[in-house]
Nanobody
Framework: QLKFVESGGGLVQPGGSLRLSCAASGFTLNYYAITWFRQAPGKEREGVACINWNGGLTNVANSVKGRFTISRDNSKHTVYLHMNSLKPEDTAVYYC?????????????????????WGQGTQVTVSS
């Protein structure tokens, strides 16, 4: 059974750091690009960072550039989102999703349509 499990979320103070994990099972992770999305209350789901099948290509949203990075360890079937200098506006539920190709789309990687499998999400709250 194909499954994603996100973990690592929690409550953190502004300026703090978190590392989210997306553990995959039921399929061969290294065949696919993976993207982290987030959704805040009352807002649309948005792409945060994506990574191609071997980690050689990554993209991050302008809103998190310089603060967030994405990485993967295919031997551990896991994709990570490293979040530094967190701000209150980063508060959201964070999801990972699988793109049906080894490389993400060049310009539309942050659009939820086209992603075929999603995890259940992990809550990140940035507050003092």
């Amino acid at each position: 059974q194909l499954k994603f499990v996100e973990s690592g979320g929690g409550l953190v103070q502004p300026g703090g750091s978190l590392r989210l994990s997306c553990a995959a099972s039921g399929f061969t992770l290294n065949y696919y690009a993976i993207t982290w999305f987030r959704q805040a209350p009352g807002k649309e789901r948005e792409g945060v960072a994506c990574i191609n099948w071997n980690g050689g290509l990554t993209n991050v949203a302008n809103s998190v550039k310089g603060r967030f990075t994405i990485s993967r360890d295919n031997s551990k079937h896991t994709v990570y989102l490293h979040m530094n200098s967190l701000k209150p506006e980063d508060t959201a539920v964070y999801y990972c999703a699988r793109y049906p190709n080894a490389d993400p789309p060049v310009t539309e990687w942050g659009t939820p349509a086209g992603y075929e499998y999603w995890g259940q999400g992990t809550q990140v709250t940035v507050s003092s």
